[in-house]
């Protein structure tokens, strides 16, 4: 048994692939003293990674994935473990050729290179194994390999070690995590303890454990990936390598196929999701194989038998070639699907690293090092961030109800707007039986449910005609309603009402609270009590970690509201920044508030109707970017006079219990004003675009600062704060790129079809050329919609100053054809009202 | 008084093989839990009473031998026939109970002779209390787990699993009697015998008997690597064995398989070489005095049977042995 | 020429094993299961011998309905027919089991002609009773011989070899039809192939249900039956710490010294 040293700065736990990798970067990015924990044997411990398949496709609709993927390839490549095969998703059905074109278009945004689509007969050149009468044709990504990963760990170890930096102690186990006043402080093993500063668990499906011995959740879930190895096959009796043909990937019927060797291995993902409870996952020394390969469980797999056989006749139907390995091989879902990376937000210095799949662990590894030495991890990992769940996300029945929903996804074609169906409604706003009684379409947001468009609206389409773009194409009509247009439009003529629920709220507080939040925050935030300001928030290099606004309320509290989908990770964000000495502290409110919406030209009327008159409404009484108390119909609420769509009006506050009944007077006094109920297509999309107000997550992400999201400002206030060195950098300089505002020229298709564009596609320049710019960043659509008001689909994307012109015309790539578009504004100048008369009116 | 305990006893070359001197230390202990009846022993083969052999059964607590020199059944082996020889005995003498070696033989006659007696039979069985019922445990999955069970029958027919007990040879003890036995047998229970033989190699040290066993495992990683675990076996006049993924590799025959579908092993010394130490393998080498393993982990399972341990690539380790073994014998 | 191929369900253990709490059987919740390697022989032996010399073959348990699985696997590989002796699932003794199996191949040979050979592995790979073949062949009247490493067929008879004590083979020769007992070893079982799976897949399994628990018929004529188990426990491990005594080849002369002091090389 090893011997483990008394201290050391960072234990990391587990080493598999994510363990391994994690040591490599840790101690590359200057770290000594780390220690890797492994409670089974080397170099294959018995995790997920022993059994893996190992290869890696590259490309994923997702940018996090597929930077995490790439940048995994780059390292498996530098470390000379990676083996390019190629590799190609064939379709077996129009759907899916249709998706493989949406994949080349998610390839050219992120820069993966050389794909293309094939014809059944090129897919059968490259695979001459491959039945091709089955298949419509192929997606070809001459990159895609396959790693020795247990290799690649045993060479990041060694790295390790040769700088001095680590220490392996394989074959213990833990058998605690000692916590003191919310900070780790010590590993408990069966081989002594181990106090540390910094405690990473990269433990696979195990994770949840291990995290809970600490008090932290990792809301993980074990499930069954079956795969079976037949052989040996004729045909590769002569193989050279590994793997000498592509990779195929049988999208349709959620299979892998591969040759290995001279053997064929088959996986799938086409089964029934089989969970397991990470507390059922058996010991080292009680398994067959080995912990994470279970047995086999043919029944399931006998569908896929067929399928296989199908598509591979020549092996699959070789009575000579036998199953020489079948496994129930175990792995790691997520309620979401993504990793769970990061710092915990229930303990300090404890960091999850789980939920990673072979091809994005060294990639991540590099991003959470990068995270846990500087705080600026050069990919944004905000979509894997374990401290986005919300307490509901961490419940066994949520977990087991998303990954079981999730698991056949795995190779499904996802539409970008596509909901959860199970385990909902959680969260109900209470005005959720309004929404119903007007027939609201829901879409959950932070497991809130959230009113999209409501089917009462119906009857404005007819009063708008085709100003509501209607959308011919299926894809872009999926999770879509034209109504949404028509309630933008009849916002934007009358008068709106939108329920906010999904905010989440945080009130800071105490004498230290206004310097604790400066700070944190780029703009001023000691101002006068009463004014709200919107802030960007900024990690050390600059990147722009959030957006958000801040009340303040009275000298000593503020009220922060952001966005639903990344509260808690902004909660832990706030938290973080409390000052030791408790002199400020965070409240989270985000239940004890609902907030509507109220806006349009003709909302100051209904807000007075709704009132009792008390308050000063008018517009110099209640200028913008200010709050004050309203009482509506008996109840105090919180009036904030801010816009996220480009009107006149009101965010409004009210406590959660009396939500149902501001919400009906609103709706009382509004009814002769002709308000109409708006839901969120509107207000994230539409008339979000049409004003040209950022998003986090689409063009507010770590990878921009606040020069090329046309978000700096003038003045520069006085306080130091978080990345002021880097942006003082970047407003000396000039921005590689700009966000821009684009139109789509001509949506019709080839086809005579007009599409429309949904986000992420690739820019090209009117040669067809991907546009990079000096950062090396590839210009793609952050955000597209109707921009109903202006009568045109709107685009928006970051380009380099080249193209960054108004005027400039370009192409977008979407389902494989390419569409004009025309920059119609640079920077942060609206295309619909652009000198904001009407939110100052 | 009851019957006695009636054993039989494999033998060749004028000597009673190890099991079998097993069984009869474990028949001695039983007829002393019986109240002391006597032990008495069934040899199969004329050379038993030539040789001298079967008085000196008397040192190993035999009272009795009874020696089947038919030639047309001991002339070779019969398994149907010597089990009928077995049975017949039992009956004969009114047998409480009948014991064998837990060898091939010995666990192929006993089965003979429970089928024709019509009792039950507990195989491997590593001790036994009589009583109502006999209370005994045995072997199973090869004697990775252990079972404990009742035995109710006229006579108590088990066979006595290798290496559970000692030979418990007393000099000085008195000699055995030695009485002819012939059995009745059916000519149908003389059908299927041994026709035909086929020496072994020349030079070839049975696994069995060998005082060294050098076993090699997946890490040996092909056939021609073999040769350097040979090698090192010859110079130690020892033999070599090997794991299951070996012969399923087909880089060795599966005679030299050690484990629980193999052969199970004794030796002084069990080299153990690339193998992680499956609880199929282990079963089959345990009963040896010592183990050594040569291999690359030194948290593989192998180690926590093994007395020493050399940490590093058997292909490195084992030929600097042999060579340091040649070095020092000039 | 009819071949018969008798197998069991057993866990397929690698690890430690883990028993139930009451200590009554393996714990079985993470394991797979399978046959012992010598029954996989047999089944590939029966398989083989159809395929030289035509005829059909029979794979036949006594077990739980789940060891359908295990009689998929066979057919799977090749053979013919299954049949399924089907019990609770509780623990059979070998007299019983041998009796049951007895009157199964009697009622088989009424309606599909006599075996001509049936192999059973040497003994199961759980319970090692190293009898049910004997007791199975001497209830039928038959010939057989256990621990086989290979077996010829010619002319009706069979020659089948088997390692002698102290080295060499021996052999022996049987009129059929007869009860071989096989080993590991005498062949190398092919896989299943995926089209060899998807026919087994569709194929028929003959149930009989054969009663609640041990006993059958056999305790039903009043012969003994047993053993009975109590408890299975595992054994006492012998907690040791390898001593290292080297490492790499420099450990050699450390080996050798080893090898004379505890004498199994001269000094």
């Known amino acids: 048994m090893a011997t483990l040293p008394e201290r050391a700065k960072v234990v990391v736990i587990g080493a598999g692939i994510v363990g391994n990798s994690m040591v490599y970067h840790l101690a590359r990015q200057g770290w000594r003293d780390i220690v890797l924990v492994e409670k089974g044997t080397l170099p294959n411990p018995g995790g997920s990674t022993g059994h893996a398949s190992n290869f890696i496709f590259l490309t994923d609709h997702s940018k996090e994935m597929a930077a995490f993927t790439l940048d995994s390839a780059n390292q498996y490549r530098e470390l000379g473990v990676y083996h390019e095969c190629g590799g190609i998703e064939v379709a077996r059905t129009p759907e899916r050729m249709e998706e493989l074109k949406r994949r080349i278009a998610s390839s050219i945004s992120w820069g993966v290179e050389g794909v293309r689509l094939l014809t059944p007969a090129e897919v059968k050149a490259m695979v001459p194994f491959i039945d091709e009468t089955v298949i419509l044709g192929g997606f070809y990504t001459p990159g895609v390999g396959v790693v020795d990963s247990l290799q690649a760990g045993t060479l990041m170890r060694q790295a390790a070690m040769d700088l001095g930096a680590l220490t392996v102690a394989a074959g213990v186990e833990v058998t605690g995590i000692d916590t003191q006043d919310g900070r780790v402080t010590r590993v408990r093993t069966d081989a002594g303890d181990v106090e540390a500063d910094v405690v990473v668990i990269a433990c696979g499906i195990w994770s949840p454990r291990i995290a809970r011995m600490a008090g932290a959740s990792i809301p993980l879930q074990p499930a069954v990936h079956q795969m079976i190895d037949i052989g040996p096959v004729p045909r590769f009796a002569t193989a050279k390598s590994e793997v000498d043909y592509p990779i195929v990937r049988d999208m349709d019927t959620n299979m892998y196929e591969r040759q290995h060797g001279n053997g064929f291995e088959i996986g799938s993902y086409a089964h029934r999701a089989i969970l397991m409870e990470a507390d059922d996952i058996p010991s080292i020394q009680a398994s067959a194989l080995s912990p994470t390969m279970l047995p086999f469980t043919q029944e399931d797999f006998d569908p896929q038998l067929e399928d296989a056989l199908e598509l591979f006749p020549e092996i699959v139907g070789d009575e000579s070639v036998g199953v020489k390995l079948a496994i129930n091989g175990l792995l790691s879902l997520t309620p979401d699907g993504n990793p769970i990376i990061g710092e915990t937000p229930e303990v300090k210095g404890l960091w999850s690293v789980a939920a990673i799949w072979i091809k994005e662990a060294p990639g991540i590894a590099r991003t959470i090092a990068e995270w846990m030495t500087h705080g600026t991890p050069e990919i944004d990992p905000h979509g894997s961030d374990v401290a986005r769940f919300y307490d509901h996300h961490r419940t066994r029945q949520h977990i087991e109800a998303r990954t079981t929903e999730g698991y056949n996804k795995t190779y499904g074609i996802v539409h970008p707007m596509e909901q959860w169906a199970s385990n909902r409604p959680i969260r109900l706003s209470p005005a959720y039986d309004r929404h119903v009684e007007l027939g609201a379409t829901f879409f959950e947001a932070a497991g809130w449910e959230r009113p999209f468009w409501y089917g009462t609206n119906e009857a404005l389409l007819g009063e708008y005609g085709d100003r509501v773009m209607p959308r011919e194409a299926e894809w872009e009509s999926r999770w879509w309603s034209p109504i949404i247009n028509a309630e933008h439009l009849a916002m934007r003529d009358r008068a709106g009402l939108v329920d906010l629920s999904a905010f989440a709220i945080f009130d800071i507080s105490g004498p230290g609270a206004c310097a604790a939040l400066e700070r944190l925050c780029v703009n001023r935030v000691d101002v006068a009590p009463g004014r709200t300001v919107y802030t960007p928030l900024l990690n050390p290099a600059g990147g722009i970690l959030a957006d958000l606004t801040i009340m303040r309320l009275r000298h000593d509290l503020f009220r922060v509201v952001t966005g639903g989908g990344l509260g808690m990770r902004d909660r832990k964000i706030f938290a973080d920044a409390m000052p030791a000495d408790g002199s400020a502290q965070l409240h989270d409110v985000t239940n004890a508030f609902t907030t509507f919406g109220l806006w349009g030209p003709r909302v100051r009327d209904i807000l007075g109707a709704a009132s009792d008159g008390a308050a000063d409404i008018s517009h110099g009484g209640f200028p913008f970017l200010s709050s004050k108390a309203v009482d509506i119909d008996g109840v105090r609420t919180l009036a904030s006079r801010i816009s996220y769509v480009g009107e006149l009006g009101w965010e409004i506050y009210v406590p959660i219990e009396q939500g149902l009944r501001v919400w009906d007077a609103l709706w009382r006094a509004g009814q002769p004003h002709g308000l109409v109920p708006v839901g969120i297509g509107v207000y994230a999309t539409t008339a979000r675009l049409e004003k040209g107000y950022r998003a986090h997550g689409a063009e507010l992400e770590l990878d921009f600062d606040l020069v090329e999201a046309g978000m700096a400002r003038p003045t520069l206030k006085d306080a130091d704060f978080v990345g002021r060195a880097a942006y003082e950098q970047q407003r000396a300089g000039s921005p590689a790129a700009v966000l821009c505002t684009l139109t789509v020229d001509d949506p019709t298709s080839s086809s005579g079809v007009a599409r429309y564009m949904l986000g992420r596609e690739p820019i090209l320049d009117l040669e067809g050329r991907r546009i990079v710019d000096a950062k090396g960043r590839g210009s793609y659509v952050t955000s597209a919609g109707s921009g109903p008001s202006v009568g045109k689909h709107l685009l928006m994307a970051y380009l380099p100053t080249q193209h960054a012109k108004a005027g400039e015309k370009l192409l977008v790539e979407y389902f494989g054809e390419r569409y004009p578009v025309t920059v119609a504004v640079t920077g942060a100048t609206p295309l619909f009202d652009p000198d904001n008369s009407r939110i100052r009116s | ?330 | 020429m009819n071949v018969l191929v008798c197998v069991k369900r057993v866990p397929q253990t690698g690890g430690r094993i883990v028993l139930t709490a009451d200590g009554q059987a393996i714990d079985t919740k993470f394991l797979g299961f399978t046959v012992s390697p010598h029954e996989e022989c047999g089944v590939e032996e029966a398989v083989r011998i159809v395929e030289a010399h035509g005829g059909s073959s029979t794979v036949l348990t006594l077990g739980p309905a789940a060891a359908e699985d295990q009689l998929r696997d066979a057919m799977a590989l090749g053979i013919d027919r299954a049949v399924l002796l089907e019990t609770d699932g509780s623990e059979w003794d070998p007299v019983s089991t041998a009796a049951a199996i007895a009157e199964a191949v009697r009622a088989q040979e009424a309606a599909h002609g006599v075996f001509d050979l049936i192999v059973v592995g040497n003994e199961s790979a759980d319970s090692g009773g190293f009898q049910v073949g004997i007791r199975v062949a001497v209830a039928l009247g038959r010939p057989v011989v256990t621990g086989l490493k290979g077996i010829e067929l010619w002319d009706g008879r069979a020659t089948a070899r088997r390692e002698a004590p102290g080295g060499g083979w021996e052999t022996y020769e049987l009129p059929l039809p007869a009860v071989v007992g096989v080993k590991e070893g005498i062949n190398l079982p092919r896989y299943p192939s995926v089209p060899g799976r998807l026919r087994a897949k569709k194929k028929e399994v003959e149930r009989i249900v054969v009663g609640a628990a041990s006993g059958g018929p056999a305790a039903a004529a009043g012969v003994p039956v047993g053993p009975s188990m109590v408890v299975l426990r595992l054994p006492e491990e012998e907690a040791s710490e390898a001593e290292v005594i080297g490492r790499g080849p420099d450990a050699a002369p450390a080996v050798v010294d080893l090898l004379m002091r505890i004498g199994v090389l001269d000094t």
């Open chain 2, 1 to 330: 008084m009851s019957g006695p305990v009636v054993v039989f006893v494999e033998h060749g070359a004028g000597e009673a093989d190890r099991v079998s001197l097993e069984t009869l230390a474990f028949a001695r202990g039983l007829a002393t839990g019986l109240g002391g009846v006597p032990v008495e022993a069934l040899l199969i083969g004329g050379d038993a009473t030539a040789s001298g052999l079967a008085p000196t059964l008397g040192f190993h607590g035999v009272a009795t031998a009874h020696v089947v020199d038919d030639p047309a059944i001991a002339g070779a082996y019969a398994p149907a026939a010597w089990g009928a020889s077995l049975a017949g005995l039992a009956s004969s003498r009114g047998a409480v109970a009948v014991l064998a070696p837990g060898s091939d033989r010995g666990a192929e006659v006993l089965a003979h002779a429970a089928a024709r007696l019509g009792m039950p039979l507990a195989a491997n069985v590593t001790s036994v209390t009589p009583g109502d019922p006999w209370r005994l445990t045995r072997q199973r999955w090869a004697g990775s787990l252990l079972e404990d069970a009742t035995l109710v029958a006229p006579i108590s027919l088990l066979s006595v699993a290798a290496h559970a007990v000692a030979v418990d040879e007393r000099a000085g003890s008195p000699a055995a009697g030695v009485t002819s036995f012939a059995p009745q047998v059916a000519p149908a229970d003389l059908i299927v015998r041994v026709s035909g033989h086929e020496a072994p190699a020349r030079g070839e040290v049975s696994l069995s008997d060998a005082k060294v066993v050098v076993g090699g495992g997946r890490g040996v990683g092909s056939a021609a690597a073999f040769s350097e675990l040979e090698e090192l076996a010859d110079l130690l006049g020892g033999a070599v064995g090997v794991s299951r993924v070996v012969t399923s590799n087909g880089w060795r025959p599966h005679t030299q398989q050690v484990g629980q579908t193999g052969q199970r092993i004794a030796p002084d010394l069990y080299i153990a070489c690339g193998i992680s130490g499956a609880i199929q393998h282990i079963v089959g080498c345990k009963a040896a005095k010592r183990i050594l393993a040569i291999n690359t982990d030194p948290e593989s399972p192998i180690m926590s049977v093994a007395d020493y341990a050399v940490i590093g690539d058997l292909h490195a380790v084992v030929p600097a042995i042999s060579a340091e073994i040649r070095r020092r014998h000039g």
